[in-house]
């Protein structure tokens, strides 16, 4: 009997890292494999990263360096430093040394830390060993995080948005990138400078200029590319500094030395007369003397030698057969790119190859297991990627803190060791499966297609709808070859964060995952464990750790498992979760081992999606028909945002927003009669509600994990409960809720009360709240910490108690009227309330609105005659003359009469509409480098997007709602057009491309900097520069659409007594005919006939 083994995950110091450290804290640390882990700043304050991604024991990081040989148009690059480098290495007490000979250079290249400054060197050294001259120059790529390694971690894009890059060129060294991190580290703000010695001669700031989409597949870096010497703020910061070209003669070498400056805490944002701190850099590298030391060969992993392999695009003929019945075609002139599968109520989405290749967005999806309406324990979920991530941060509960599986941290596939791989052995040798023929997304699978040269390669992961199972397919036709399946582990939150146990019992043909019981996870289920198994064991020749990913099979420690087959043309394996039940686990494991047809979990999961979409069909023309393509995967969105809480770009989350389930979740349940789920959002929310300061927290985690949450919240976040408390009773006539008992949160110790009290006298509290909170002599409530609009936050202290946002108040007067009428219905009183809503309309008026235009924020000064207005045409402080959300609810809330709510309606239609949708502001905040003055993120976020970028798909949808109010019904179909990704491309001319079957949450004119959107900005209003699609699926966007389309554009509003159709439609656009089932009662309706 084979013996089981067992290893735990590593933490860092299990890795086998060499380090060297300076006197000023700066470290930097070398893999096994040659390649950095990373570079860091150590002090008393704390830990900061230089770099973000931190290397891989298989395949390195981002950061490299290499050379350039040749003349243009016969140029070759010779990797000096990282994954592809064929070099040895030296480690000293202040350097390490690489060195190599390859295509006629022999290469030597040495890290050094200055002794004392905050100063590092890579000296270069490139020797002719040719016969002939050529060409050369040498190119430094650096990613950069400069921040504290949970922050970066969590989101690497968000880190790299709030980088500010500022090159420049100094009179020795050319061109110098400063980039600063303007999101406060510990209450610094770090900051490091890359240059050349011998001058810098062109540059980069985001990996996306050199290692960009093409990268995914080809996974080597284009010679002829040449750096464009232009910053581009976007979400993977990596500076890049490329020296002058030589000509080498035969025996003769080129030295260089690229710098990195580190400063723990720069104040004021980069600027030139930061250049002076390179004169003294300069003057410090004198202190660097070459030395010669022993070499030695780090061990090369199977992966790092494994090129991508990408499926052939598919001929026309190719497509037909495959794909015959295809609907909701897009095309490049005459080239196919995606189109959908109809599958019933349901459809897939299917992409070529072709789409994906120049997307900087790559294609992904999220599939959950189960048929859980809530968040629970038991619902599996994972994400997968088109570019080849089968698998990744693959969770059953809680998303963050139970990860299996690790994360695709970079969306180029320039790190190729996160989540579960495959690579295929060829003649060639090993290959590493990349960007696919075709990719097919289902709601709970996903379907990658190869189509090689010598056979088809499909690959299959399915979540099942009945348990907490994911099952994966491999199937060839063709020659049977072999695989080499790898999965980067977590067991925690984080890589390296813990010390999770793997038992891998290779007789059996099976590994147990089991979390750390020191850590939160292990002390919170003690036994949870995921268990992999193979329903085709005579396919696998071997199941073990990272042994099987290095050619001389020897353990290396890396936190990674492995499953080897023999030539095969079929693999089946699957992962089931449990975090109670381990007898429960092993007897589902034992089911799947035996096999389970993977079509049994898609009925399971087709039959939870007809009842969450209750089958709902829509008919009636191209307005129609796109909605209806796209409604499966609105659905499908939404219960990820409320089920499993994360996204494609936003991988952490695990936790509700209190303003977000409020909303999204809230319109998307009771739009489709699912009472039951929302009642028990509302109960749980209330149970949120803190007993003595009687508002919530910004978010929070439910139990086990329930005092995880924020102590904080914006000043608008108190009024959505009583919003979605207000939804559910006027759809559902449903007062007994006010009677449910429900706990309270203690403010101290965030822990649940004893004490119960009916959720009427937790809104008696949240009211009493709200009257603490107005503006002394006002019915208008204080700003506090900031409103939906999470970019303007106040930097000010004093603005959180003087400032008021106008459309909060508004928000709270709806609020209040509603309420006011459920109190009054139910025989319960009101008139007191009715009464605070009219003072509250007065207050407005008089102080929130001037000249016939309402303000986005009114700033009180005790003693003033009236308040200074921003966001308002008197507007002196920020320039912002129009506000969107405040409009926007001063309609819908019915607190503007019809003249007022034209007017601003004519206001938003002039300033504020755009070809690609409707911006919150008619213009950017200022942006100077990053230090804040008024507004936080507003002025300190480096990228253009998201909020940043104006259009948040989200506020852009609730004027969707003010459209319909209104009765016009050219603009509710318009912005539901420019919200679909089935159809956005073609509605809106600069639309760029984007996934068709993900809701984007915001429309980023695709500015390369904030200073350019301000000088440019005519161009995103004539629509002359592209529009991006932006981060995908985590939002309460999904549920936003749907109350837009069913409630507002179909007006099929529901009320205690029964549905009613009060449909907004274009003259043209009717009939429209929806087919829908709910609770087994089918249901036909005819709008607009």
Not at 217 to 237: C, N, S, T, Y
Not at 381 to 407: D, E, I, K, Q, Y
Request: glycine content about 10%; charged content about 25%; proline content about 5%.
């Amino acid at each position: 009997m084979t013996a089981v083994r067992s290893f735990e995950t590593p933490r860092e110091d299990g890795l086998g890292l060499r380090r060297i450290e300076s006197g000023s804290g700066v470290r930097a640390a070398l893999l096994p494999n040659g390649c950095i882990f990373g570079i860091e700043h150590r002090s008393g304050t704390g830990r900061t990263l230089i770099t973000q991604i931190e290397g891989s024991e298989l395949d390195g990081g981002i950061g490299r360096l290499f050379l350039r040989l040749g003349s243009p148009g016969d140029r070759q690059v010779i990797e000096a430093v990282g994954s592809e480098a064929r070099v040895q290495v030296a480690v000293g007490d202040d350097r390490f040394i690489w060195e190599g000979e390859g295509a006629g250079v022999r290469h030597r290249v040495t890290l050094w830390l200055h002794p004392e400054e905050r100063l590092w060197l890579w000296h270069v050294e490139a020797t002719n060993t040719r016969a002939e001259p050529f060409a050369c120059d040498a190119t430094l790529v650096q990613d950069i995080g400069i921040g504290g390694r949970g922050f970066i971690m969590s989101n690497e894009a968000y880190a790299s948005q709030y980088i500010d890059h500022h090159p420049a060129r100094h009179p020795a060294a050319g061109w110098v990138v400063m980039s600063r991190q303007n999101l406060a580290q510990g209450g610094a703000y770090p900051w490091v400078a890359h240059g050349c010695r011998e001058g810098g001669a062109s540059f980069a700031t985001d990996a996306r200029q050199l290692l960009g989409p093409e990268y995914r597949d080809a996974g080597r870096i284009d010679p002829e590319q040449d750096l464009p010497g232009a910053r581009l703020q976007h979400e993977v910061a990596c500076p890049m500094i490329r020296s002058a070209a030589v000509t080498l003669a035969p025996g003769e070498t080129a030295v260089w030395s690229f710098f990195g400056i580190f400063d723990p805490d720069h104040r004021a944002a980069s600027g030139d007369t930061d250049l002076g701190r390179i004169d003294a850099a300069l003057a410090a590298l004198d202190a660097f003397e070459p030395r010669e030391m022993p070499l030695t060969a780090p061990a090369r992993s199977l992966l790092q030698d494994a090129a991508p392999l990408a499926g052939q695009p598919l001929t026309a003929d190719a497509i037909d057969a495959r794909y015959p019945a295809r609907t909701a075609e897009e095309r490049d002139g005459s080239r196919l790119l995606s189109f959908f599968l109809a599958e019933g109520a349901l459809n897939r989405h299917v992409v070529l190859r072709e789409k994906e290749r120049p997307l900087p967005r790559r294609h992904g999806a999220i599939v959950r297991t189960g048929q859980g309406m809530l968040l629970d324990e038991t619902t599996m979920c994972t994400t997968v990627w088109m570019h080849g991530v089968f698998g990744s941060l693959l969770s059953v509960g809680n998303t963050s803190f139970h990860r299996l599986f690790s994360a695709s941290r970079d969306p180029y596939n320039i790190t190729r060791s996160g989540g579960l791989r495959l690579l295929i052995e060829t003649e060639g040798g090993w290959r590493l499966l990349a960007e696919p023929s075709v990719f097919e997304i289902g709601l709970s699978d996903c379907r990658w297609v190869y189509v090689l040269d010598d056979r088809t390669v499909t690959v299959e992961v399915v979540a099942s709808g009945d348990d907490p199972a994911l099952q994966w397919r491999l199937a060839v036709e063709g020659t049977p070859c072999r695989f080499l399946v790898s999965g980067g582990i977590v067991l925690g939150e984080r890589e390296l964060d813990s010390s999770g146990r793997v038992e891998i019992d290779a007789g059996r043909q099976r590994i147990a995952f089991r979390p750390d019981p020191a850590g939160l996870w292990g002390k919170t289920y003690p036994d949870a464990v995921y268990h992999l198994v193979t329903a085709t064991p005579d396919a696998v020749e071997a199941i073990g750790g990272d042994e099987l990913l290095f050619a001389d099979g020897t353990r290396r420690g890396g936190g990674f498992v492995a499953l080897r087959t023999r030539p095969t043309t079929a693999l089946e394996f699957s992962v089931v979760g449990v975090l109670a039940d381990p007898e429960g686990a092993a007897r589902l494991a034992d089911r799947y081992a035996a096999g389970v047809p993977l079509a049994d979990g898609l009925a399971s999961a087709a039959r939870y999606w007809t009842h969450v979409t209750r089958g709902l069909r829509l008919r009636g023309g191209a307005n129609a028909e796109a909605v209806d393509t796209f409604f499966p995967w609105v659905a499908q969105n939404a219960m990820i945002h409320l089920t499993v809480p994360h996204g494609l770009e936003q991988s952490g989350g695990a936790a509700w927003g209190t303003r977000d389930v409020c909303q999204g979740p809230v319109e998307f349940l009771l739009a489709l009669d699912h009472d039951g789920p929302v009642r028990e959002i509302i109960r749980t929310v209330f149970a949120q509600q803190f007993e003595a300061r009687g508002d919530w927290p910004q978010w929070f985690m439910l139990e086990p994990y329930g005092r995880i949450r924020d102590r904080h919240s914006h000043g608008d976040v108190i009024i959505w409960p009583l919003k979605a408390l207000c939804d559910y009773i006027e759809a559902t006539g449903d007062v007994t809720l006010l009677d449910e008992a429900v706990a309270w949160r203690n403010d101290e110790d965030l822990t649940a009360t004893t004490r119960h009290d009916p959720i009427s006298a937790h809104v008696e509290k949240l009211l009493a709240t709200v009257r603490d909170r107005f503006i002394p002599d006002t019915h208008l409530i204080r700003y506090g910490e900031g409103d939906w609009n999470d970019s303007l936050q106040p930097a000010d202290p004093n603005m959180r108690d003087w400032m008021v946002s106008s459309r909060t108040v508004a928000l709270l007067f709806q609020q209040l009227e509603r309420y006011a009428a459920v109190l009054a219905r139910a025989g319960r009183g009101g008139d007191d309330l009715a009464a605070l809503a009219e003072a509250i309309r007065t207050d407005f008026d008089r102080w929130l609105v001037r000249d016939g235009t309402v303000a986005g924020y009114a700033l009180f000064e005790p003693g003033a005659a009236e308040p200074e207005l921003l966001l308002h045409p008197s507007d002196r402080r920020t320039g912002l003359h129009y506000s969107l959300l405040p409009m926007t609810q001063g309609i819908v809330s019915g607190l503007f009469d019809a003249e007022a709510a034209l007017h601003h309606q004519r206001l938003v239609a002039g300033h504020l509409t755009f070809p690609d949708g409707i911006r919150l502001m008619d213009k950017p905040v200022a942006y100077h480098g990053g230090p804040e003055h008024i507004f936080r993120r507003a002025e300190s976020a480096a990228f253009f997007g998201r909020e940043i970028g104006l259009l948040y798909i989200h506020a852009h949808l609730r004027h969707g709602e003010a459209l319909a109010a209104l009765g016009e019904a050219e603009g509710v179909w318009q912005v539901l057009a420019a919200a679909n990704p089935v159809v956005v491309a073609d509605r809106v001319a600069n639309a760029a491309r984007r996934q068709r079957n993900a809701y984007f949450s915001s429309s980023d004119a695709a500015f390369p900097d904030r200073y350019s959107a301000s000088a440019d900005w005519q161009l995103a209003r004539l629509g002359e520069i592209a529009a991006d699609g932006g981060w995908r699926i985590y939002s309460s966007g999904p549920g936003l659409f749907t109350n837009l389309f069913l409630c507002h554009a179909f007006g099929l509003r529901r009320r205690p007594d029964g549905r009613r159709a009060a449909p907004v439609l274009p003259a043209g656009m009717g009939p429209v005919t929806l087919d829908w089932e709910i609770d087994g009662r089918p249901e036909t309706w005819v709008l607009g006939a």
